[in-house]
């Protein structure tokens, strides 16, 4: 939106075309959802206090979360509120990518926002039914995928391509819009898995966010995508400017998140973030990397799955409790511990992501 009017401005007053760098807006998108993050924080924390919109904890959890009982939730509502006033000011808004990741973040900040309603306003226990959240999951992500592989131009668009490697491009064809599906469904209900302690889901997503908003400068620049031997994807170094107002407005979010937190996200926003996160990734044919840089929410995941799976089959757990860092806290480690090696961890893995990029 300020694009064009800085563009306006330009014809008298030259300083207005630094505006057209993306690496400038995408700054500016950084500090803009900081800015709104902290100054409206404490307003929608207050707001949910007397709104009494509590967090519900239940009694079969580490018993130390039941002093979170009431804490306020839904606060995913202000990262979104963050992300999508930083982007629709500092975004090119006549990209289809930037288009295509805020509509599917707001379609599944919208499942989030009604689970969250309808369990802790209604005080409905069971939120929003399964069937109905993963029905309106997959509209989300079928819609993103069909799009994408309809407005492909390029067959770079729509191919896989495998990390450590300078040619391995794998054509998939219709292929990508199920692959497209379930890397955006499955990324977001990973971080929503991943969003059980304070400050825990929100570091890596701001951590991975910046990661592939770097990945995408890179993709949309021909010279580097060349140079690089990733592929390039006309349009999609615009998502840096995305991808920083996700840092910033998870960073604005995380001052009032880090332990003991004073508001959680709740599905609102670790859906969103996820699925953001997830068409990113497929934006920028980046999906495998993805899935290294985003190694906790994968195992925090993997952890649901063998957990319930063994559980079934034989009657057994494989972990003290499910998701992962539960396992954890059960075995003594403090939260703060438990959330700062998840952190550790992601800086690693999202390094060894960004190796990629040259180990070709």
């Known amino acids: 939106m300020l694009l064009w009017l800085a563009d306006f401005l330009q014809q008298w007053i030259n300083a207005f075309g630094v505006i057209n760098y993306l690496s400038v807006r995408a700054i500016l998108g950084v500090l803009t959802a900081l800015g709104i993050s902290l100054l409206v924080g404490p307003w929608m924390i207050r707001r949910l206090n007397y709104l009494q919109i509590g967090q519900s904890v239940r009694d079969d959890g580490p018993q130390s979360h039941l002093s979170k009982s009431g804490t306020p939730t839904m606060g995913g509502t202000l990262i979104l509120a963050a992300i999508f006033t930083s982007a629709l000011l500092w975004s090119d808004l006549s990209n289809r990518y930037v288009w295509v990741v805020l509509l599917v973040t707001l379609v599944f900040g919208a499942v989030g926002w009604v689970d969250d309603y309808r369990k802790v306003v209604e005080s409905n226990s069971k939120g929003l039914p399964a069937r109905w959240k993963y029905f309106w999951q997959s509209v989300g992500g079928l819609g993103a995928a069909v799009f994408l592989y309809q407005s492909a131009v390029l067959p770079a668009e729509t191919q896989l391509f495998v990390p450590f490697f300078k040619d391995v491009a794998i054509t ?59 592929g390039y994807v006309p349009g999609a170094g615009e998502l840096v400017v995305f991808c920083g107002a996700l840092a910033g407005a998870g960073l604005g979010f995380l001052w009032f998140n880090t332990y003991p937190a004073q508001v959680f996200m709740g599905d609102v926003g670790a859906l969103a973030l996820g699925a953001a996160l997830g068409v990113i990734a497929v934006i920028i044919r980046h999906e495998i990397v993805f899935f290294i840089m985003g190694g906790v929410f994968v195992m925090e995941t993997v952890s649901v799955i063998l957990q319930v799976a063994s559980f079934k089959l034989t009657g057994r757990r494989i972990f003290r409790m499910a998701p992962l860092h539960h396992h954890f806290e059960l075995k003594g480690w403090p939260e703060p511990r438990v959330i700062v090696r998840f952190w550790i961890i992601t800086v690693m893995l999202v390094l060894v992501g960004l190796a990629t990029l040259k180990l070709r």
């Open 172 to 230: 998939m064809g219709p292929w990508f819009i199920l692959l497209t599906y379930l890397v955006v469904v499955g990324s977001s209900n990973a971080v929503n898995l991943t969003d059980g302690l304070d400050g825990l889901a929100i570091m890596p997503s701001v951590m991975v966010g910046g990661a592939l908003g770097i990945i995408a400068y890179l993709a949309g620049h021909v010279e580097f995508a060349n140079y690089l031997h990733i």
